[in-house]
């Protein structure tokens, strides 16, 4: 199984008083059971800079989001996928064209991101993936 994880699935993962942090835990534990057959897990390196920006800003601590960010990168089932001119360019249409979501431009990456890859899933708490017509975990 293909799946895309967004920002908001490693905030809540990471961080005990996010109130979706035990649906992310469970969420995880169940992929490393393999509940769901093997699972690859991708995200974007403009995800990336979003959760370790955002652990610094929300905790000042730049220690716990190098410390975060290594652990994103030595996933083993994870795959930063890096924004190509393709993806840029298909983002930047997709944000154009939705005038009538408030969709963040890295949420358009996501998006071009799992068009491209074919991944009908995505591991956040961010409802703007299914406004986008993907199915969303947990």
């Not at 795959?79 to 930047?92: P, S, Y």
Request: hydrophobic share 40%.
């Amino acid at each position: 199984m293909m799946i895309f994880a967004d920002s908001s699935a490693y905030i809540a993962y990471y961080n005990k008083r996010d109130k979706n942090h035990n649906k992310a835990v469970s969420l995880v534990k169940k992929i490393r059971n393999r509940e769901f057959g093997p699972v690859i897990i991708y995200t974007s390196d403009y995800v990336f800079d979003e959760v370790v920006t955002t652990v610094l800003l929300l905790t000042k601590n730049k220690d716990l989001a190098i410390k975060i960010g290594e652990f994103i990168k030595a996933s083993k089932i994870t795959k930063i996928i890096k924004v190509d001119e393709e993806i840029f360019h298909k983002a930047w249409e997709i944000f154009k064209k939705r005038r009538d979501k408030f969709w963040s431009f890295t949420d358009c990456t996501s998006f071009a991101i799992m068009e491209k890859m074919n991944i009908k899933t995505a591991f956040t708490f961010d409802k703007h993936y299914i406004q986008a017509g993907f199915n969303t975990i947990p």
